[in-house]
């Protein structure tokens, strides 16, 4: 719960700056962050030898990768 109040806060602030979208549902857009965030780091940990032969990418650059898509899509 704290981690969703933190996440929630920053994107509320966001907001306000004007650097992320207004017409995101705070609630729903924490969740999802959360989901892709965990996601994403659960996927670079068990798959980072795949990623490797069948991508030529290290488990940092697909973390970097993935975290910017997160944050793009919600980026005003």
């Given amino acids: 719960e704290e981690i ?3 996440i929630g806060s920053l994107l509320e602030e966001g907001i306000k700056q004007g650097c ?3 017409d995101i549902n705070i609630i ?3 969740f999802i962050q ?3 965030i965990s996601g994403i780091i659960k996927m670079a940990v068990e ?3 795949y990623l ?3 991508f030529g990418i290290t488990r940092e650059a697909f973390l970097q990768y ?3 898509t997160l944050l793009k899509s919600i980026l005003a």
């Fill in 4 to 6: 969703n109040k933190v």
């Fill in 20 to 22: 992320i979208r207004s």
């Fill in 28 to 30: 729903e857009t924490v």
């Fill in 34 to 36: 959360w989901a892709g």
């Fill in 47 to 49: 798959k980072e030898k």
């Fill in 52 to 54: 490797s032969k069948y």
């Fill in 66 to 68: 993935g975290f910017e």
